[in-house]
Structures are given as C-alpha cells and as structure tokens.
C-alpha cells in the first residue's frame, strides 16, 4: 500500500525496502538520507512536481506480497479468504515426475467408515449400547506425473494407504477391544478437472478381540478377508461466489473372487456410492460439511449398511489435508467385518482427519 502526503512518503509491504543515500536516484528525484524500517521506508519531504515514480515498473504490493510472503499461495494473507480455483491457479505448465507429492488426485470419501484416515467416534447402537470406533491410518502420494496446485492436482499417481479400525467398549472394564479391521492398498488415481478415477487393489481383514473372545466364547468367529481390485470415480461440481466444486459424486465397485475359495466369508462383489457436501476453498473458521454414503456387499445379500454425517470442517491445508467434526448416524450392517452380520443402528459424535 503506498500513502503520499505533501510531508513525507511512506511505503509499506510484507519486506523491507532499502532507497540508497546521497546520490541515490528514484525517478528523477534525487532523494537524500532514507531511513529503512521493517515494513516500509521513510523519505524525507521533497517537491510534489519533482516526484517522479515509474509506475510500470513497480510490482503491486498484493502482487510482491502473495509471491515472497510465507502464507499459504492458495489464499491471501490480509482477508484469508480462497479465491476461485480458475482464479488461484490457472497452470498450464507441462506435467512433471514427481515423487512423495503432496496432496492426493482422488480424495477419500468423507462418509466411508473404511477410508485409511485418522478418526475417532464415540456413538451409540439401540442393542450393543455404546462403542468406540476408531481409525489409525492414512493415505499418501508415492508418485506423480502431472501439474497443478497440491491442493488440486491434475494428471497420475500411486497411492500406498493403510488403517487399523479398531472398535472398543468405552465403559468396559480395561476398555476392551471387542474387534479390528486391517486395511492395507496401493490405488492408482487419474484426474483431470472435475473428474476423478481411481483403479488398484486393497486387502482388508477383520479379527476378533482377545478380551472379547474371553468373554464371549459361544461367539462364532467368522474369516472375513477380501483381496479386491476396484474401479470408481467421482465428479466434483457447484459453486458459491467464492468457492468450487463444492459437491462431490461418487461410486466405486470392487471384486475379489478368490476371497470366499480361500476359506472365507466374504463374496466378491461390493460396491459403495455416495454424495458429498464439502467446500473445495473455505473461508477463516471453516464451513460446514455433510455426506450420505452407503456401502453394499454381496454376502449381506447386496444390503449393508446406509450412513450420514454432518458438522464442521476447518480450512484446509496446501495439501487439501482436511480435519472435521461433527455427528454421525449408521444403519445396517455392521462395518466391522467379524460382525458383518449383525444389525446396527447407531448415532453418535466424531472428529476425522484426512491427509
């Protein structure tokens, strides 16, 4: 921001800016002694008609001040707020190999209860009471060939993803582990624009807690094991005066043939859809966030189970990272694997991160 006055002249910006002393030439004014403060710099008074600035060639100081400024380069510094992804990011430099990239092309669908996240919700069924369902894992880029923003990337990549989905009985004695899901699976994404793919394989295995095993030895313990290849996609679409691509569509089939020939229970095909609410560009603070999902599997006769959420999520990170809180509500059958054919109908509260 400049600010003239007939008196003195004082520029100020995110960097220093140094005039040199005696002789120094701005223009055609000689200007003498300056004195540099952080953020600006004083010059003493001097004809108005003399004051010459060569405006072509100043850089505008929001300009200078997104470039060199440690903020985030998705946002500005003054208002925080995002500007439109057509606005904050028009690239068309060429793709490029990279490895370990941030941000992921195709993005974890908010609602699944068996997405590689950090999670942790606190909810209660009409028959089991309370439980404690947990999510330690995560999913990250190995490589990629492509351009665009982290937060936005377009072109491939691999993914490597994997999760413990622990369920435990919050009021139990030492709060015993009831069961765990193991999940473990490397996708490859394409993206370009509002659309999104996602191909590759994943491996899931559920086991029954040691305490619970104790206390239910009558229980009959299933192996419920998947080995499944998958094919999906979503689409991205809405907008708001200052944000994009504020909804999300979405489905995904997966098929493991072999699972049930190796001695289990699971059957081959599943298949999961969905419909998100998410601002791609919040503002400070956050904004809200909700999600229907539903998850079909063939051993359960192609029902499963049918679940929403809705609360708040903060601002994203460069990466698209991405942490909510909020309520849940699940019906059908069970997400744990070594409970897939229980009924449940449960609401409660939870906090999710996505990287």
Same mark, same amino acid.
């Given at each position: 921001m400049l600010h003239f006055s007939r008196h003195n002249i004082l520029i100020s910006a995110s960097v220093l800016f140094c005039i040199g002393s005696n002789g120094s030439t701005w223009g055609q004014t000689h200007l003498g002694v300056v004195s540099c403060i952080a953020g600006g710099a004083t010059v003493p008074r001097t004809s108005e008609s003399d004051l010459i600035l060569p405006v072509a060639s100043i850089e505008p100081i929001e300009v200078a001040h997104r470039r060199i400024s440690p903020c985030n380069a998705y946002r500005t510094c003054h208002s925080q707020e995002y500007p439109s992804l057509d606005q904050a990011w028009p690239d068309d430099s060429p793709p490029t190999m990279q490895w370990f990239p941030n941000g992921l092309i195709y993005r974890s669908y908010l609602g699944s209860q068996r997405e590689s996240r950090f999670a942790c919700v606190l909810t209660k069924d009409e028959h089991l009471g309370w439980l404690w369902d947990v999510s330690l894992g995560g999913r990250v880029g190995l490589v990629r060939y492509g351009s665009g923003p982290d937060f936005w990337p377009d072109g491939w990549q691999v993914d490597i993803e994997g999760a413990a989905f622990p369920r435990l009985d919050p009021w139990g004695v030492s709060t015993p582990l009831l069961s765990t899901d193991f999940r473990f699976g490397i996708p490859i994404t394409y993206g370009q624009g509002p659309w999104r793919f996602k191909t590759? *394989?994943?491996?899931i295995s559920s086991h029954l807690g040691d305490e619970y095993m104790i206390a239910t030895p009558?229980?009959?313990?299933?192996?419920?094991?998947?080995?499944?290849?998958?094919?999906?996609?979503?689409?991205y679409f809405g907008r708001s005066p200052a944000t994009r691509y504020d909804w999300r569509c979405y489905a995904e089939v997966t098929w493991a043939d072999w699972a049930k020939s190796r001695g289990g229970?699971?059957?081959?095909?599943?298949?999961l859809f969905g419909v998100e609410y998410s601002p791609a560009l919040e503002f400070r603070g956050g904004a809200p966030f909700a999600t229907v999902h539903a998850h079909l599997r063939e051993e359960a006769r192609f029902g499963g189970h049918f679940s929403m959420q809705a609360g708040w999520q903060l601002q994203r990170g460069p990466s698209g990272a991405l942490f909510r809180?909020?309520?849940? *509500?699940?019906?059908?059958k069970s997400t744990q694997g070594s409970f897939f054919k229980e009924y449940e109908n449960r609401i409660g509260v939870g906090m999710w991160y996505d990287f």
């Open positions: 590759g *394989y994943y491996h009558d229980f009959t313990r299933y192996n419920y094991s998947r080995d499944a290849f998958i094919l999906a996609f979503s689409y229970v699971a059957e081959p095909w599943e298949f809180f909020g309520g849940e *509500y699940v019906n059908g």
